[in-house]
């Protein structure tokens, strides 16, 4: 191909300067924390192979040191490479070990001295390595700042839930009155939701445990000890503490990115969930005069450059386009893990990219509506109470003591004049004056059963 010029600092050599000179496309690099697993992957390996007697013991201590610091982050800036290249992720298996020999090779000399493929690479293939690193990085991404971020904002839906349970309120469906519920009810409902996903999550990284390290090339595992992947990939399940395991088949592990459409698919939930959670509370908070406002959020800047004293549900609205962007997200994952074009997949990089970014996001977005939203919202009991009085849809209750038909003329009579239903029902004696307190006991709409009916 020819020479290619490398920056005189660089660690890295010709492949990977190629790489930066035919992939000029944006300004997305992989992520600190995938960096760290091929890192962490590549001194597992170098450890593995000279336990099996493939590389000399200098030679390997000199590799897994290089490849230690790597994952430490010391040396990110000699990774210049763009997520847009070869749908493999060569480019940047190869910095990894273009950058990793070049240390190795300030420590041993003469005929220690390391080659990046086939030394630091030896056992492996990108077609390998990358699907690998991708699925440890998602799990530690999950386990240490998504689990305990969506954990935060349950803990703190449920302690509201618990604050508000008192309230009774209008429900609502179409974005129209419906029977009571109380406060805590909806606050409780958001808490389940998240829960619920926290429990989807777990179990998508669960299936991310599955590693294609050992298949090489084509799945085959050509140019590997057969005792490789399962002792290297032990090595780095001890390091990061969580579970790890060689692939039952390795066509099917790099062939197809199921594991990571699963996960791209249980993050979405996680979104859908978040977005109706925080639009839900923006509407409640809406107002301060012609909106809902049965809540009030803290007021955490300004509103507006032109409208003094104007406050905007402004945590709200970052999380619901952080929502967006996982839904985006999810649609290029599942075309990129329907592009494993017979025994490998090609948009390994994106789909990187794109997992990573929305495990980051959701777990900072959470977080933050948790601390800076939920925790300091405030009920406003006497609204609630307002519109309750106003809604017709309390005449539902009425259907047991004097049916439907009697109830919707109720209904009706009370939203046409603006009136309550139990002024209406007193007016129109259609219940004993006795009965009409069970009849219209609100609290007790909120819970199953027949109201009066004990």
């Known amino acids: 191909m020819g020479e290619v010029r490398v920056p005189a600092g660089a660690l890295y050599a010709a492949q990977t300067q190629r790489a930066a000179e035919n992939f000029p496309i944006?300004?997305?690099?992989?992520?600190?924390?995938?960096?760290?697993?091929?890192?962490?992957?590549?001194?597992?390996?170098?450890?593995?192979?000279?336990?099996?007697?493939?590389?000399?013991?200098?030679?390997?201590?000199?590799?897994?040191?290089?490849?230690?610091?790597?994952?430490?982050?010391?040396?990110?800036?000699?990774?210049?490479?763009?997520?847009?290249?070869?749908?493999?992720?060569?480019?940047?298996?190869?910095?990894?070990?273009?950058?990793?020999a070049a240390l190795a090779n300030r420590i041993v000399a003469g005929e220690d001295r390391v080659h990046p493929n086939d030394h630091v690479n030896c056992g492996q293939s990108s077609n390998d390595v990358i699907p690998t690193a991708i699925h440890i990085s998602c799990r530690a991404l999950i386990g240490g700042e998504l689990v305990p971020a969506l954990g935060r904002l349950r803990t703190a839906l449920a302690a509201k839930a618990e604050d508000f349970d008192g309230i009774v309120k209008s429900g609502r469906t179409h974005l129209m009155d419906a029977t009571p519920v109380r406060l805590g009810q909806e606050f409780g409902g958001y808490a389940r939701q998240v829960a619920k996903g926290i429990e989807r999550v777990e179990r998508a990284s669960a299936e991310m445990a599955e590693l294609a390290l050992g298949g090489t090339a084509t799945g085959s595992g050509i140019n590997t000890h057969p005792e490789f992947a399962a002792r290297t990939i032990a090595r780095v399940a001890a390091e990061y503490g969580f579970d790890l395991r060689e692939a039952e088949d390795h066509f099917e592990a790099q062939g197809g990115k199921d594991a990571c459409v699963s996960l791209a698919g249980a993050l979405n939930t996680v979104a859908a969930s978040l977005m109706k959670i925080a639009d839900d509370i923006r509407w409640l908070a809406s107002g301060p005069t012609s909106g809902i406002s049965e809540i009030r959020l803290p007021a955490v800047q300004p509103g507006s450059s032109i409208m003094p004293g104007k406050v905007n549900p402004v945590i709200c609205e970052a999380l619901m386009m952080v929502c967006a962007r996982v839904a985006g997200n999810a649609v290029t994952v599942t075309i990129g893990g329907q592009r494993g074009n017979f025994e490998l997949n090609v948009m390994m990089p994106v789909i990187a990219d794109a997992l990573l970014e929305s495990i980051a996001l959701l777990a900072n977005g959470a977080r933050v509506f948790a601390d800076r939203c939920v925790d300091g919202m405030t009920a406003r009991p006497e609204r609630a109470r307002e519109l309750l009085e106003r809604n017709p849809s309390i005449a539902t209750a009425l259907n047991a003591y004097i049916g439907y038909d009697r109830a919707a003329v109720v209904a009706k009579k009370a939203a046409a004049e603006g009136r309550s239903v139990r002024e209406v029902v007193a007016e129109m004696g259609v219940i004993a004056p006795e009965r009409l307190d069970d009849a219209l006991n609100v609290r007790q709409m909120t819970e199953p059963g027949i109201p009066g009916k004990g």
Do not use: C
């Open 26 to 100: 944006s300004d997305r690099r992989f992520t600190r924390g995938f960096i760290e697993a091929l890192g962490r992957i590549k001194a597992a390996a170098a450890e593995t192979n000279a336990e099996l007697g493939l590389l000399s013991e200098p030679r390997a201590r000199a590799i897994a040191a290089a490849a230690r610091e790597v994952a430490e982050g010391r040396w990110d800036d000699h990774f210049p490479l763009d997520i847009y290249q070869t749908g493999s992720g060569t480019s940047t298996n190869m910095n990894a070990n273009e950058v990793i």
